[in-house]
């Protein structure tokens, strides 16, 4: 969103989730979803092998800030393709990372969608980017996640953390 411009926050938001691609084994499954105003699935859920690492390094890197916050419907939309994906492998261990910096200000409310959200059943580990939200701690909550908060300093620690206890 277009608070991620200040401070060169998204910057080193993208070095830090470069950083943590060390941290995905090549045999996992990743997507990755972008959100503003609007929602981005930048990657669809597929194998981290070496050429998704590079189209995963070239979504990163065509980020901009820009926009409001419409983190429910992005986290719906992860939510939806995670089931699609649990189908097709029953196997799975399907759970989402959302990033986040702010409140949402567009899109659904966590009121109207908590109850369906719910009903996925895949757990959400919420981190605050350089903020203290409370709505990421609510999320978390619904199906068992967890939050954390997070600076650039310290967010490839956070998703190494969460990816091992997942792994």
């Known amino acids: 969103s277009g608070s991620m411009s200040s401070h ?3 910057e080193a938001l993208k070095a830090s989730l470069k950083n943590a691609m060390q941290y995905v084994g090549a045999n996992n499954k990743i997507g990755l979803i972008s959100f503003d105003s ?3 699935i930048d990657l669809p859920i597929d194998e981290f092998d ?3 690492q590079e189209y995963y390094i070239g979504a990163i890197d065509s980020w901009r800030a820009d926009g409001g916050t419409a983190t429910n419907n992005a986290l719906l939309i992860a939510l939806k393709l995670l089931r699609e994906e649990e189908i097709e492998n029953p196997n799975m261990k399907p759970f989402v990372f959302l990033l986040s ?3 949402t200000q567009s899109g659904y409310s966590l009121s ?3 109850e369906l959200i719910h009903a996925f059943d895949i757990p959400i580990y919420t981190i605050g980017y350089e903020a203290d939200v409370k709505e ?3 999320i978390a909550e619904i199906n068992q996640g967890a939050f954390m908060n997070a600076t650039s300093d ?3 620690y956070v998703l190494k ?3 091992d206890a997942e792994m």
């Open 38 to 40: 609007n929602v981005y």
């Open 50 to 52: 070496t050429e998704y």
């Open 112 to 114: 109207s969608v908590k």
């Open 101 to 103: 910096d702010g409140q």
């Open 154 to 156: 310290d967010l490839g």
């Open 161 to 163: 953390t969460l990816f």
């Open 136 to 138: 990421l701690q609510a």
């Open 8 to 10: 060169n926050k998204l």
